[in-house]
């Protein structure tokens, strides 16, 4: 069958990025690309992923007080000679 096609230009530049890396004809490249994404379309959709969830642990209250200013907060973790 013959027929035309507009295609984007990074669908464009990636099928001729392809074409010269496999050494194959712009044919042979998008009728393998097209029976690929077929396939994958017409195949029943994978099952939804578990979510993944992390506990929540209290690590105490803050030892330093406010954490806005890092300036301070590195005076008090390494001592006034911070600079």
Known sequence: MRTTLTLDKDVSA??????????????QI??????QGLGQLSSPPSPPRRSFHTKAVSLGRCLVGNVDNVAEVLAIAEGETFQ
């Open 30 to 35: 998008v009728n393998d690309a097209l029976r």
């Open 14 to 27: 990636a099928l001729e990025r392809l074409r010269k890396a496999r050494h194959a004809s712009l044919k």
